[in-house]
Structures are given as structure tokens and as C-alpha cells.
């Protein structure tokens, strides 16, 4: 949901019917700024590209943004199905270095990853780091953004090998020289 500007704000929430209970409770209904009113995100002056996981677009039934601070990452990822998405500028075209800050503990490491742009894939394989909040780098591989403009990023699981598959922290895209 983008709030465009401060005033109120009428929205509604739907739920499918259910079948024994009367209804659910809501317990909590957080607004959570993201991309720090930037709009868009932006190539660093060196050329690198950051996409923190408070400005990703969750494509997902239980994968979420975890906005606490000792979390800060897409958590709850236990379904194959849930993607993330960032949209970004790319001002400097070229290949660049895809790197993965991913958690995961409790023995769920295994699973296949894959992240694609530019109608490009990289694919890593999901590393146990102790828990799923103690961040490992991973190096998923190249792309290659040929041209300025608008581009999406994707991370789309393969597979799922265990109960759950991964926390993501952001993903960064480094030129490379």
C-alpha cells in the first residue's frame, strides 16, 4: 500500500468467510514507512545497488517484511510459491556481482534460490548460518543490465527442502570492474 501523502486514509480489509468461527482479531495493523520517502531507489556513486528488505514488494501467503530492529529482513519465508520484488533505477549499465545477505538456522538450509533480472538468473543454494538472523553474504552470480532505466529484481525460490527456507536481509549488486 503507498501512502502518496499525510491526511486520512479510508481502506478496506477483506477476508474470505469462515467456516466454524464468527470472524478473526486483528491485532496489530502497522503502517511501516519503506525506501525512506525516496520513491525510487538509486545507484551509489561507485555504481552499487542496495535493496534493503523494507523496500521490497512481497509477492507471498506468509513470507513478510520483519520490520523489528533485531530482525530487519523478509522473514517467514515457508512457502516456495512467495516471492520478492525491488524496483530500481540503473543509471550506469553493465555486469554486475549478485550478492545474497540470507540467514537460516535450525537445519533448513538446502534449498535452491533464484534471482533474476533483466531476463537473467543466478541461483544459489540456501546456506545454514546458525539462525536465521546471523547474516551470511552469498554470491549468487552475474547479471548483466544493459541499458538505463527501470528494472525489477526478483528472489523466487526453487525449491523447499526443509520447513522453511530462508530470511533475506537485502541484496546487493556491486559493478564489476
Keep these: 500500500l503507498f501512502i502518496e501523502k499525510a491526511g486520512d486514509i479510508v481502506f478496506s480489509l477483506y477476508t474470505p468467510a469462515s467456516g466454524a468461527g464468527s ?25 552499487a545497488i542496495t535493496l534493503l528488505a523494507k523496500d521490497a514488494t512481497t509477492w507471498s501467503e506468509n513470507m513478510r517484511y ?5 530482525k ?26 549478485v550478492a545474497v545477505f540470507q540467514g537460516c538456522g535450525g537445519g533448513n ?3 535452491q534460490v533464484a534471482v533474476k533480472a533483466a531476463g537473467q538468473e543466478v541461483k544459489f543454494t540456501v546456506q545454514d548460518t546458525g ?10 552470480g552475474e547479471i548483466e543490465l544493459r541499458e538505463k532505466g527501470t ?24 559493478p564489476v570492474k
Design 23 to 47: 470472524g478473526f482479531t486483528i491485532h496489530e495493523l502497522a503502517f511501516v514507512p519503506t525506501n525512506e520517502g525516496e520513491g525510487t531507489i538509486k545507484q551509489n556513486g561507485d555504481g
Design 66 to 70: 520483519e520490520p523489528k530492529e533485531e
Design 72 to 97: 530487519n529482513c523478509l522473514g517467514y519465508w515457508t512457502e516456495a510459491d512467495d516471492m520478492a520484488e525491488w524496483e530500481f533505477e540503473v543509471t550506469q549499465p553493465g555486469k554486475y556481482k
Design 109 to 111: 538450509a538446502g534449498s
Design 131 to 140: 539462525d536465521f538472523q546471523k547474516w551470511a553474504e552469498v554470491q549468487a
Design 151 to 174: 528494472v525489477r529484481l526478483q528472489i523466487d525460490p526453487v525449491n523447499k527442502t526443509k520447513a522453511a527456507i530462508l530470511d533475506v536481509q537485502k541484496v546487493v549488486l556491486t
